[in-house]
């Protein structure tokens, strides 16, 4: 079923924000726990990963009130990324099919700028990521079927 959350990239500190967030809206983290960069698969032509990077925060998700799920990820400078406060959340939908993953990503993109194009990933799903003509940073991620 599609669905609409927030992602949250942070310079090295996610674990940390999202235990302070789960102390403060309960449950436990779904999507499979906490996903750590050691745990991508190695790639061919891709570097080696910082040893200092490998256990820090791939991907976390907690769901928070109302069925709204917050999802993040640290984003180290190792790997290109520079996080500042106003860079740091997406708007992540998850489309039920291709087609319309690819409809909206093509109509946001409009105007704006694509940082990674819609493409299968080690996770099963078609990703890409796009901020909109108003600064606006959304990313798709559709199940593959």
């Known amino acids: ?18 235990h ?13 726990g906490i996903a750590r960069f050691k745990d991508i698969p190695v790639m061919e032509g891709v570097p080696p990963m910082d040893p200092a990077d490998q256990d820090l925060v791939m991907h976390i998700e907690l769901p928070i009130t109302g069925g709204h799920i917050l999802m993040g990820s640290d984003a180290p400078e190792s790997m290109g990324f520079t996080v500042h406060e106003g860079n740091n959340v997406h708007i992540n939908l998850e489309p039920d099919t291709r087609e319309e993953t690819h409809r909206l990503f093509t109509a ?38």
């Open 1 to 18: 079923m599609a669905r609409t959350s927030t992602y949250l990239n942070f310079p090295r500190h996610t674990e940390e924000a999202f």
């Open 20 to 32: 302070f967030y789960q102390g403060i809206f309960g449950g436990d983290f779904t999507g499979g």
């Open 108 to 145: 946001l993109a409009h105007g704006g700028k694509i940082t990674m194009e819609l493409q299968d990933m080690f996770w099963g799903a078609y990703f890409g990521s796009c901020t909109d003509k108003f600064g606006v940073q959304w990313m798709f991620n559709c199940p593959n079927p």
